[in-house]
């Protein structure tokens, strides 16, 4: 994850492309084609939160009255923060019981 403040370099170098073409004249003092820039990108805190219900593997799609099953549940932050002080809150279907 991104910080909501990082720093970057960003270096461009021009580079003599065309040596030993007659009708070019090249540049003789290299010294000063290097530069660079320092900033710092300020990131707008992005929290996107996906949860993700499946039923677990090894039961069967079909699920009688009276049958136990289980779910594997995933959350995925696909936000640039670390997510905190989140409360996931799951309600059963209509007929589902917790054990």
């Given at each position: 994850?991104?910080?909501?403040?990082?720093?970057?370099?960003?270096?461009g170098?021009?580079?003599?492309?065309?040596?030993?073409?007659?009708?070019?004249?090249?540049?003789?003092?290299?010294?000063?084609?290097?530069?660079?820039?320092?900033?710092?990108?300020?990131?707008?805190?992005?929290?996107?939160?996906?949860?993700?219900?499946v039923?677990?593997a090894?039961?069967?799609?079909?699920?009688?009255?009276?049958?136990?099953?289980?779910?594997?549940?995933?959350?995925?932050?696909?936000?640039?923060?670390?997510?905190?002080?989140?409360?996931?809150?799951?309600?059963?279907?209509?007929?589902?019981?917790?054990?």
């Open positions: 994850m991104g910080n909501p403040t990082d720093e970057f370099v960003n270096t170098t021009i580079a003599r492309v065309n040596a030993g073409m007659p009708d070019i004249t090249l540049e003789t003092t290299t010294g000063n084609n290097t530069s660079s820039v320092t900033g710092v990108v300020v990131l707008t805190p992005v929290y996107d939160l996906a949860v993700i219900n039923l677990s090894g039961y069967p799609r079909t699920i009688y009255s009276g049958d136990v099953m289980s779910f594997d549940v995933t959350i995925h932050n696909f936000g640039n923060q670390t997510a905190t002080g989140y409360t996931i809150t799951y309600t059963y279907p209509a007929g589902l019981n917790f054990i």
